[in-house]
């Protein structure tokens, strides 16, 4: 069936725990994991070339003018891309590739990839989102007032995706993504050469039938 | 997330296999099971109920004047159709409904219901295919070549369902379809209400915070 890789992007409310359900995602199942790069410092913990790809301004710039990004953009002082190559060379080889990326990203995605299938994580309903973004009382008002602000603007972003995934349990929430991405490989939209063998199978054994 | 039910359309190749899918779908997963309306005999062993609703043709005649089917068409001698009022009262409910048809049947669903999902199980090839149909060898190549040719003739149909899930395994079979039928639960357009709500509430909760 399905031989051609397929790009999947997930995004999600903040503080919905998307990190640690893609983390899970790729632990689990054989999907290919999309390293962005940044120009931000590595924090510390974090590894070049696991976290992130880490780049100067110089060097970020540069692969910019090579056309080296699917998509890239600018928060607050920071750069941030998806490397073309990788993505391209995993698609090419057959494998599905996990892209975790924020909503504008996800966007410039589904442009050039109008197969790439986009699920948002969700939270159960409103008050969970809200009790995730308090977190653990220890931040001040204003700091979750400005989370709950950027949540209800998420919920715009929402709707452009193709699937959403509610994040209760989060094994529950890996095997439901999973279950996505095994549907999509069946559709038969993305079987045509299947389908083609098939036929053209089919009438051969037909012809030669004594 | 998504409260109503979903019109599953579960259609294949001849002599895939497709019968006993079902019946383990059904079995092994909550999904209500249509039972057509048949003109036809009742053969030995089926129970009126559960394998058919065997009618006569004047009781059948007048469930087509009376709107009572949602599909129905006419095989050989035989009238065949689909009950509208227990499929309309499932869904109602909340239930996904399984419906195992023929393909023109199919269309003709698609049409009332354009939310309706379509699968076709296949082979994983045509040699497998073909191995089916000639059975344990007992047939003449006259009836495995009019089994071919149907066959043939099907690959057409085949390309108008949304989902291609291989008969290979059984089991795998029918945890494939139940990943389908679960991964179009979760499509954003399928879930209106559920983003709607979530947009309020966060509005709510975001205008009360202190």
Redo the contacts between chains.
Sequence with gaps: ?NKSGMLIVISGFSGVGKGTVVKKLVERYDYSLSVSATTRAPRPGETDGVDYHFKTVKEFQNLIDYNGFIEWAQYVENYYGTPKKFVEDELAKGNNVILEIEVQGAMHIKEQYPDAVLI?I?AP???T??ERLEGRGTED?KV??KR??R??EE??D??Q??????NDDIDVCVD?IH??I???S???SR?AE??D???F??????KT??
């Design positions: 069936m948002f969700t309903n409103a008050q989102l809200k008002a979750i007032s709950l602000k949540a209800f919920t715009d929402m709707v995706y193709d699937y959403l995934v509610v439901d279950s996505v095994q549907a999509e069946f559709k038969t079987n299947y389908t063998n098939m036929k199978e089919l009438e051969v054994i037909r039938y004594n």
